[in-house]
């Protein structure tokens, strides 16, 4: 198994531009989730997923969309980038039951984003 | 919601020396607690967990951590770290049924030799 994994691994945009964070997992996870690091903040949450067609809002959603159309799949889009989103983002999946997830969490390699 | 709150952001020790970090969590329910590490330009790893069952929990290379319910904390330690251990430490807390994993600001842990 890859476990899970993001591209890119590193990213800069100007101020404005739009991408996508992209985020895969191979072990039939339904719990997905998006985090962004920043020094002295520890990981904050920005949107997860418990399965399929399935999303919602974390700690720190504002400026992100999120989408789930397959399991192994829950791209994380910056519509317009901002300076304040640069950022180490880390996708994680889980186990899920009854639609909550009460397991560990696998972490990807992250995405190192920088937005001038 | 859930939070996480950890002292001591930066700790500097001699190899062999022992470690304790302190990880205190506020919500009154079941919680689910996972200490992770971050290893220099790594990803986070899980060292240990407490789903239920004994308190003292034993992780990866010589972790081990104890869940005091009446304190709402779980302290991680180790008798004689080494070089290797330097790194950034997470605390992390799941109340039962929450979809939200919710992080302490985490420990950088620098090891002398």
């Known amino acids: 198994n890859a476990g899970v994994t993001q591209t890119p691994k590193f990213q800069v945009l100007k101020t404005g531009q739009s991408m996508t964070l992209q985020c895969a997992q191979d072990?039939?996870?339904?719990?997905m989730s998006w985090y962004r690091q920043d020094p002295g903040m520890g990981l904050r949450l920005i949107h997860y997923s418990v399965g399929a067609g399935i999303t919602d809002q974390g700690e720190v959603p504002n400026g992100y969309n999120v989408s789930r159309s397959t399991t192994e799949d829950f791209p994380l889009r910056l519509l317009s980038a901002a300076p304040s989103q640069t950022s180490v983002y880390f996708c994680?999946?889980?186990?899920?039951?009854?639609?909550?997830?009460?397991?560990?969490?696998?972490f990807g390699p992250g995405t190192r984003l920088t937005v001038t | 919601a859930q939070s996480v709150s950890q002292h001591n952001h930066h700790v500097i020790l001699s190899e062999a020396a022992s470690l304790e970090l302190g990880c205190n969590y506020s919500y009154g329910g079941t919680v689910n607690l996972f200490w992770y590490v971050q290893y220099p330009g790594q990803h986070l790893q899980l060292l240990l967990k407490?789903?239920?069952?004994?308190?003292l929990v034993k992780g990866i290379k010589g972790f081990e951590a104890e869940f005091i319910k009446s304190k709402f904390s779980f302290n991680l330690r180790k008798p004689s770290v080494q070089w290797s251990d330097t790194a950034e430490y997470f605390c992390?807390?799941?109340?039962?049924?929450?979809?939200?994993?919710?992080f302490g600001k985490g420990n950088q842990v620098v090891v002398i030799p």
């Open positions: 407490y789903f239920s069952g004994d308190p």
């Open positions: 994680a999946s889980s186990y899920s039951r009854a639609g909550t997830t009460s397991y560990e969490q696998y």
């Open positions: 992390a807390v799941l109340a039962y049924g929450n979809n939200r994993l919710a």
């Open positions: 072990m039939n996870h339904e719990y």
